[in-house]
């Protein structure tokens, strides 16, 4: 962990105080119904319009930070979103569905940022363990922040849980531009971009990364499941809400406990068999399921999943930034980011849909797409780019390519 910069170690801290505060994600449907007084069909239309909005600021983030800056983008994301979570308690319910959708894109882009200033800050093959750090404190603040965000909840209000959230990104922003060093000027920037083949040019001479990114939109459709149909399945088997709530904790503890190390102890193997590895596992979790719901048997399928999000994740976001030429680190950073919470979006309905429609067969499905998705990428390993893209680098590691 010595190759870990200190920019890296400062901006986790200040991810990991961002996210402790960051409930809005849990308790926004329960503000809406409860707080609010919607429908439960309104309430949802409004949560997932802002859903969109996040995976739209996750997607294409990353071409404001390369155009801009990283940091300023970071900077811009939050102070956008902070002063629309503090000032969306006050709002008429009509406004909900555009500010929300607001402050969830600045959110996405957020991320992205974050990943690409840790991915520029980190030199090639040691950025495994900086994505693990970052992703440890975010996991450490978001594992935290629920139960804080249930305490302010009880002894303030809900609004005061959107105004605590808007003020902690506030703060992050300030935070981080005393911390972070300033980017380039913006028109040497666009100079920059203006320069050779485009992103899709620079995706084409990266095969392998054509297939690494719809097989993480599929696994995370799949994975998310566990925040959706799963404790539907678990109600309707006479399992306890208690239950759903171990299952989780023990995803956010064996995450907490496990990740770092697992992530030195792993750097020196080939990036995408370890990630093909975890989607096989979270699939192998899955099927656990399909044997009916018991105690024993959904702890072991938290834990199957929970090593494969701990092997796949890591190693893919480090993946897509070696695999980054000069100048498109943070549209690299955007594709994966947006691709790995699709299943925000994704996961609900047609999880619930097939549910619904035909309970027995959820979990296989599951199961057999997960499965596909580690096979794709372990098999998309060994493919090169094509005629006419330059020479190509490592197979199954990061691909060296100059496009032509």
């Not at 629309?84 to 500010?99: D, K, N, Y």
């Not at 619930?352 to 067969?361: E, K």
């Not at 390993?381 to 990061?398: E, F, K, Q, S, Y």
Request: with cysteine; glycine share 14%; net charge positive.
């Amino acid at each position: 962990m010595r190759a870990v910069p200190r920019p890296v170690w400062l901006l986790s801290a200040g991810i990991f105080v961002n996210m402790l505060v960051a409930f809005t994600f849990v308790y926004l449907f329960v503000y809406l119904t409860q707080g609010r007084g919607l429908a439960v069909t309104t309430a949802g239309a409004i949560a997932g319009v802002g859903g969109l909005g996040l995976v739209a600021g996750n997607f294409t983030g990353g071409w404001f930070g390369d155009r801009y800056g990283h940091r300023r983008t970071l900077l811009a994301g939050s102070v956008v979103s902070g002063a629309g979570l503090v000032l969306l308690p006050a709002l008429p319910t009509w406004a909900l569905p555009v500010v929300l959708p607001l402050c969830q894109y600045a959110s996405g882009t957020i991320r992205a940022a974050n990943a690409a200033l840790v991915a520029v800050a980190m030199p090639p093959g040691a950025r495994r363990q900086g994505v693990a750090v970052m992703r440890f404190a975010a996991n450490a603040g978001f594992t935290l922040g629920p139960p804080l965000g249930a305490l302010v909840a009880a002894h303030f209000s809900y609004p005061w849980l959107f105004r605590a959230d808007g003020l902690g990104t506030l703060l992050f922003a300030g935070y981080a531009a005393r911390v972070l060093s300033a980017d380039a000027p913006p028109r040497a920037k666009a100079a920059e971009q203006r320069r050779g083949p485009g992103v899709w040019a620079q995706l084409r001479a990266r095969p392998a990364l054509l297939v690494l990114l719809p097989a993480i939109v599929v696994v995370d459709t799949v994975y998310r499941q566990q925040y959706s149909t799963l404790p539907v399945f678990l109600a309707d088997h006479g399992l306890s809400t208690g239950v759903y709530g171990a299952l989780l904790a023990i995803n956010g503890g064996v995450i907490l406990c496990l990740e770092l190390p697992a992530t030195v102890a792993l750097r020196r193997l080939a990036p995408l068999r370890i990630v093909g590895t975890g989607l096989l596992l979270v699939g192998a979790g899955f099927a656990v399921l399909a044997g009916g719901a018991a105690v024993a048997g959904a702890a072991v399928m938290m834990l199957l999943v929970t090593a494969g999000e701990i092997l796949y994740k890591t190693p893919a976001t480090a993946y897509v930034a070696d695999c980054a030429p000069d100048g498109f680190q943070g549209r690299f950073q955007s594709l994966y980011a947006g691709a790995s919470v699709s299943g925000t979006v994704l996961a609900p309905p047609l999880g619930a849909a097939l549910y619904q429609a035909a309970p027995q067969l959820l979990w296989p499905v599951c199961a057999a797409l997960a499965a596909l998705a580690g096979l794709a990428v372990l098999t998309g390993g060994r493919l090169r780019a094509g005629n006419g893209t330059g020479p190509a680098g490592v197979v199954d590691g990061v691909e060296t390519i100059t496009v032509s």
